[in-house]
């Protein structure tokens, strides 16, 4: 028999560590490119969390954790104190709005350009993005990285640990650390990335080592139950080859149940795939899954509902959304009573612009008729 809306798992409250969540259902980190170039946070970023503030959680965006991990143009940081006054202003509207956040730390490694940081960016080994980069001029052809010395790798993760104390003090209940994505800590995880012959690279205990070194610096920084770490295996993007993902997650699981934050964060979960279940069963903490949903193409009519549901099924704690909550500021909501969802109107205005396609979509109380009955989305 075919659950009714109110009926679902995905509703009940569940908990994070010391956090009390009303849902199940995630926020998940989306990069949205409305900081200012500094990377201070906008008002206007405090608005478009505050109006998702019914997820169970919100995981803020991916922000740069030192001057050289930026990305791409207007992308948020946490590492000075300018940045950690912007976020506490996001941080105070979403709590005044009944929400709770993690800030979500990525460090790009090749993924950067000097003219979006000023830095020639760095990286495992000299291996370059194998695609041109966003800047503020427009695509450009990639650099090579410099390979990260000893030293290099010892102030990195000193780094994360400092912005994970920074992300505490704006008001953050914990953190995401970024290991996931073709970003600098998958780039270590990856053969194709990590050529190194040193403690770093080689055999999957190598590859492994900086990942779990930032996770237990950061559990040293602010305490386990703030920090969770998110994973993509299997992922191409960003031109990522792992070479062996079957090898390096269970391994990696392993190692970070050691270290004991609170959560793993799963991209593109599929729960019929073995590694799956192998590390629901290795992990012992919280596991978040974010579903395979496709990406460019419209989103599912329930928005991910189903799929969600199939992975609680399996062994997920909590589900992670993305798009979905981008186009529906009350997505809980509407996914609770089985409404229409707004579909997401213009790709191009996920990644820059103003209010257009980030804080412009109405939510069911905005499109209610004069007799008081909701109006499908989209019209």
């Known amino acids: 028999m075919t659950s009714t809306p109110a009926e679902s798992s995905l509703f009940e409250p569940a908990r994070l560590g010391a956090l009390r969540l009303p849902n199940r259902l995630v ?7 409305r900081a200012a170039s500094d990377g201070v946070p906008r ?11 019914s997820a169970g959680l919100i995981i803020a965006e991916a922000t740069t954790p030192n001057a050289v991990g930026q990305t791409y143009p207007h992308i948020p940081a946490i590492h000075d104190e300018a940045h950690v006054a912007g976020w506490r202003r996001v941080t105070d509207a979403v709590r005044a709005a009944g929400g709770r956040m ?17 830095l020639t960016p760095v990286a495992p080994s000299p291996v370059p993005l194998p695609e041109t980069i966003h800047t503020p001029s427009g695509r450009r052809a990639p650099v090579v990285p410099r390979e990260m010395t000893a030293a290099d790798i010892r102030s990195t993760v000193a780094d994360f640990a400092t912005a994970a104390r920074n992300a505490v003090d704006a008001g953050f209940e914990g953190v995401e650390v970024h290991a996931a ?3 600098l800590l998958h780039q270590f995880l990856a053969k194709g990335t990590n050529r190194r012959t040193d403690a770093y690279g080689g055999p999957v205990s190598g590859r492994i080592r900086f990942v779990v070194e930032v996770v237990r610096a950061v559990v040293d920084a602010i305490g386990p139950e703030r920090v969770g770490v998110r994973i993509s295996p299997g992922n191409t993007v960003n031109g990522i080859e792992e070479g062996d993902t079957e090898h390096i997650y269970p391994a990696l699981v392993g190692a970070l149940a050691d270290a004991g934050p609170a959560y793993v964060h799963i991209v593109f979960a599929d729960p ?31 928005g991910g509902r189903r799929a969600g549901e199939r992975l609680l099924a399996a062994g ?24 229409p969802l707004n579909p997401v109107r213009d790709e191009y205005a996920m990644y820059t612009g103003g209010e257009t396609g980030y804080t412009d979509y109405p939510t069911l109380a905005a499109r209610h008729s004069r007799a008081g009955t909701p109006e499908p989305a989209g019209r």
Do not use: K
Not at 27 to 33: D, V
Not at 316 to 339: S, T, Y
């Open 316 to 339: 997920a704690d909590l589900i992670a959304l993305g798009r979905a909550f981008l186009a529906n500021p009350d997505l809980v909501e509407r996914l609770r009573i089985g409404a």
């Open 43 to 53: 008002p206007i970023m405090a608005t478009y969390y505050a109006q998702r503030a």
């Open 272 to 302: 019929d795939q073995p590694l799956f279940r192998d590390i629901r069963e290795t992990w012992p903490g919280t596991l978040i899954a974010n579903p395979v949903l496709g990406w460019g193409g419209p989103l599912p009519a329930d």
């Open 27 to 33: 926020m998940a980190p989306l990069t949205r490119n």
């Open 181 to 183: 994505n073709g970003h």
């Open 102 to 118: 993690f800030l979500q730390l990525q460090h790009g490694g090749r993924v950067g350009h000097p003219d979006n940081s000023g």
